[in-house]
């Protein structure tokens, strides 16, 4: 019974302060009200920049992740934990949702 206690410390004190993986992280609650005033040309390039900086706070927290990963090995299992990537990538997220709410809504067509 005590190697079963030991077995799930270790189990638990693992999984300590890991970061969020990008897949897990939502999008705020942004409203639409600031995308309303934009005409469609405006918000194709607001939606496409949003999308870039998606990616790059994607990136971001992955390699936040890897760092993680390696310093629970030396750390006793205690990881880095979310920053500001995961902050900043749930805010964008959402963002972005209100911004494609709004450029259905105009009707406008997609043009790259």
Known sequence: ??????????????????????????????????????????????????????????LAQENRIKESNRQQSWANGMGKGDGIEASELHRVKGEKLAALIVFQSKECNVTK
């Not at 939502?26 to 998606?54: H, K, M, P, V």
């Open 1 to 58: 019974m005590k190697h079963l206690w030991i077995i799930l410390f270790l189990v638990f004190i693992g999984c300590y302060n890991n970061p969020t993986p990008p897949s897990e992280i939502t999008g705020a609650q942004i409203s639409g009200l600031q995308y309303e005033r934009f005409d469609c040309d405006t918000l194709n390039d607001e939606i496409i920049f949003l999308e870039n900086r998606e990616r790059e706070l994607i």
